[in-house]
């Protein structure tokens, strides 16, 4: 019985991080040091980004980007001309990390 219980347990254990796509704690890691400087705190863009690009920066807290699919923000993001350094930088998951906080971030 014993074994059952252990069995049940390991599984359910190495089930756990499959069900999560994204971990946001990481996520909000991550857009802290390498995505605030531009994006602001709020996901609304810095003043001088919004200057610079107005309707082509799109506030992440906002409906547009909220409504998009994670694929929709994995190509956007992959898309935007200034990422093209940090693209290069990312680990494998770390969007998917930074995806799961910019949902926390909807109003
Ligand atoms: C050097 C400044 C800069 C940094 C750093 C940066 N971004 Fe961006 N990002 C932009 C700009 C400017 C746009 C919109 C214009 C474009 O398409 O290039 C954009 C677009 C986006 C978009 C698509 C929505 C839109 O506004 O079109 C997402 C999602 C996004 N960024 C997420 C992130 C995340 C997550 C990070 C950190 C891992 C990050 N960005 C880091 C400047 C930056």
Known sequence: MKT???SIGFIVAMSL??????DAAKGKELYTKRCKI????????T???????GAK???LAGKEVQAMKDPDITKSF???VNHKALLKSLQPGDL?????Y??????
């Open 96 to 100: 998917d990390n930074v995806i799961a």
């Open 47 to 53: 003043p001088a980004l919004q200057k610079k690009y």
């Open 4 to 6: 059952i219980f252990l």
């Open 38 to 45: 531009c994006h602001a705190d709020d996901g609304a863009g």
């Open 57 to 59: 920066l799109l506030p």
């Open 78 to 80: 992959s898309e935007a």
């Open 102 to 107: 910019i949902r926390t971030m909807k109003k």
């Open 17 to 22: 991080p499959l069900a999560a796509a994204g």
